[in-house]
């Protein structure tokens, strides 16, 4: 277990528990260990060439521990060591891991074996788990988010305007929400809620990216300086900081008001197209809200 704290990426997910690191205390050793493999998130097993220790009901330490580990939902991973014989109780414990999980298939010999096939099975579940991110940021899954902190309302509000402006083909309702963002790829099969999710329809953006704000300053010259004229910092989801931006850029520019029609509307041509405005203040908000993204994973046994 070493290893696992002395890698640079392994020790920023997982805290590996040994048992022989307990302090002493008031609890037998088969309750102390079963209870650590009963709340850890990752259960590793090594099957050697004897079975070791057995208690009243023939059974070792580790293969309690296996169990409980399994009974309460640990993520599992074995690994077969390379020997020419295994005692009978240890090969029935092999087969009985076989039948229940994949197992690393390279039988290992040496440290080195064991550490790398250790390694790709760390990484993947890590990949499988949405913690490590091959694409864009924003597709990558938030582990701690679900479903439920989403606003359907948001949601509601979004597909009513994608179906006018952009004939969005499906219509909302609460049955509909998963359908809705996976075709949008803002969810995953089984629910993982993908950060751009959050960045559009959290109840509380900032509650999962606190920088996922923008702050609109208004100076006197070209240069960024103090004294500023005006500023003002806005927080929200994408669509509120925009429409807030876009606004306060509009409002501190000249523009020019033509006669009331007969609808009573007024035209109104800034000097700066409303589009382009737009498109400046969606590209800073997008560059804001994904950079620097604290991403707090806990692995704890």
């Given at each position: 277990?070493?290893?696992?704290?002395?890698?640079?990426?392994?020790?920023?997910?997982?805290?590996?528990?040994?048992?022989?690191?307990?302090?002493?205390?008031?609890?037998?050793?088969?309750?102390?260990?079963?209870?650590?493999?009963?709340?850890?998130?990752?259960?590793?097993?090594?099957?050697?060439?004897?079975?070791?220790?057995?208690?009243?009901?023939?059974?070792?330490?580790?293969?309690?521990?296996?169990?409980?580990?399994?009974?309460?939902?640990?993520?599992?991973?074995?690994?077969?060591?390379?020997?020419?014989?295994?005692?009978?109780?240890?090969?029935?414990?092999?087969?009985?891991?076989?039948?229940?999980?994949?197992?690393?298939?390279?039988?290992?010999?040496?440290?080195?074996?064991?550490?790398?096939?250790?390694?790709?099975?760390?990484?993947?579940?890590?990949?499988?788990?949405?913690?490590?991110?091959?694409?864009?940021?924003?597709?990558?899954?938030?582990?701690?988010?679900?479903?439920?902190?989403?606003?359907?309302?948001?949601?509601?509000?979004?597909?009513?305007?994608?179906?006018?402006?952009?004939?969005?083909?499906?219509?909302?309702?609460?049955?509909?929400?998963?359908?809705?963002?996976?075709?949008?790829?803002?969810?995953?099969?089984?629910?993982?809620?993908?950060?751009?999710?959050?960045?559009?329809?959290?109840?509380?953006?900032?509650?999962?990216?606190?920088?996922?704000?923008?702050?609109?300053?208004?100076?006197?010259?070209?240069?960024?300086?103090?004294?500023?004229?005006?500023?003002?910092?806005?927080?929200?989801?994408?669509?509120?900081?925009?429409?807030?931006?876009?606004?306060?850029?509009?409002?501190?520019?000249?523009?020019?008001?033509?006669e009331r029609t007969q609808t009573a509307q007024v035209d109104v041509n800034y000097e700066l197209p409303i589009q382009a405005?737009?498109?400046?203040?969606?590209?800073?908000?997008?560059?804001?809200?994904?950079?620097?993204?604290?991403?707090?994973?806990?692995?704890?046994?």
């Amino acid at each position: 277990m070493v290893y696992i704290r002395q890698d640079a990426l392994f020790s920023r997910y997982f805290e590996p528990f040994l048992f022989e690191e307990l302090p002493a205390q008031d609890v037998t050793a088969q309750k102390a260990y079963l209870d650590a493999a009963a709340r850890t998130d990752i259960y590793l097993v090594l099957i050697g060439q004897r079975y070791g220790y057995e208690d009243t009901q023939g059974i070792s330490p580790t293969e309690r521990e296996y169990d409980t580990a399994t009974v309460n939902g640990a993520y599992r991973l074995a690994f077969i060591k390379d020997v020419p014989d295994r005692e009978t109780n240890e090969e029935l414990f092999k087969h009985k891991i076989e039948q229940d999980i994949t197992r690393n298939p390279v039988l290992y010999s040496s440290f080195d074996d064991l550490r790398n096939n250790v390694f790709a099975a760390l990484i993947h579940y890590l990949t499988v788990k949405g913690l490590l991110v091959n694409g864009p940021i924003d597709a990558a899954i938030h582990h701690l988010a679900s479903l439920s902190d989403l606003d359907k309302e948001k949601i509601r509000w979004f597909v009513g305007m994608a179906r006018e402006k952009r004939r969005f083909p499906i219509q909302y309702s609460d049955e509909n929400i998963h359908t809705i963002l996976s075709s949008l790829h803002l969810i995953t099969d089984n629910d993982g809620v993908t950060n751009s999710a959050l960045l559009l329809f959290a109840k509380d953006v900032q509650k999962w990216f606190p920088q996922a704000t923008i702050k609109c300053a208004q100076f006197y010259g070209t240069l960024m300086e103090k004294p500023i004229l005006s500023q003002q910092l806005y927080d929200g989801n994408v669509f509120e900081v925009v429409d807030r931006a876009v606004d306060f850029v509009l409002s501190r520019i000249d523009a020019h008001v033509g006669e009331r029609t007969q609808t009573a509307q007024v035209d109104v041509n800034y000097e700066l197209p409303i589009q382009a405005v737009t498109e400046a203040v969606v590209n800073a908000v997008l560059c804001k809200c994904l950079h620097k993204r604290q991403f707090i994973v806990c692995s704890k046994q």
